[in-house]
Nanobody, 118 residues
Framework: QVQLVESGGGLVQPGGSLKLSCAAS???????????MGWYRQAPGKQRELVAT???????NYVDSVKGRFTISRDNAKNTVYLQMNSLKPEDTAVYYC?????????WGQGTQVTVSS
C-alpha cells in the first residue's frame, strides 16, 4: 500500500521541542531518494502552508516563521523524513502534513496534531 504515515505530534509547552517523522511505504518509494519531501501545516480556520522542504540532493527551504527553529532532514535508507521543531510557539499549533512530490505525482499523509500550550 502506497502511503505516508506521520508520527511524533502531541502537546508541548511553549519553548519545548518535538520531532515529527514521516515514513513512506509502497513500491513506488523504492526510489525514495528521488522525491522532494515536504512538511506543511494547517491551523484552524487557516489555509495549509508550506513549512519546509528537502530535495533529493539535501537542499532545504523553510518558511520565514520557522527559520532557525525547525530542521528538516531525511534518511533515504529508511524512507523517512523528519522535522525537528525547537523553541515552539503557540502559533505553531496546527495539523502537520507530510508530502512526497515527484514530477506530476504528489501524495499526502493523514496529518499529525501539534499543540503548543501551557
Amino acid at each position: 500500500q502506497v502511503q505516508l504515515v506521520e508520527s511524533g505530534g502531541g502537546l508541548v509547552q511553549p519553548g519545548g521541542s518535538l520531532k515529527l517523522s514521516c515514513a513512506a511505504s509502497g513500491s513506488i518509494f523504492s526510489g525514495f531518494s528521488g522525491y522532494i519531501m515536504g512538511w506543511y501545516r494547517q491551523a484552524p480556520g487557516k489555509q495549509r502552508e508550506l513549512v519546509a522542504t528537502i530535495t533529493s540532493g539535501g537542499s532545504t527551504n523553510y518558511v520565514d516563521s520557522v527559520k532557525g527553529r525547525f530542521t528538516i532532514s531525511r534518511d533515504n535508507a529508511k524512507n523517512t523524513v523528519y522535522l525537528q521543531m525547537n523553541s515552539l510557539k503557540p502559533e505553531d499549533t496546527a495539523v502537520y502534513y507530510c508530502n512526497a512530490r515527484k514530477l506530476l505525482f504528489s501524495l499526502w499523509g493523514q496529518g499529525t496534531q501539534v499543540t503548543v500550550s501551557s
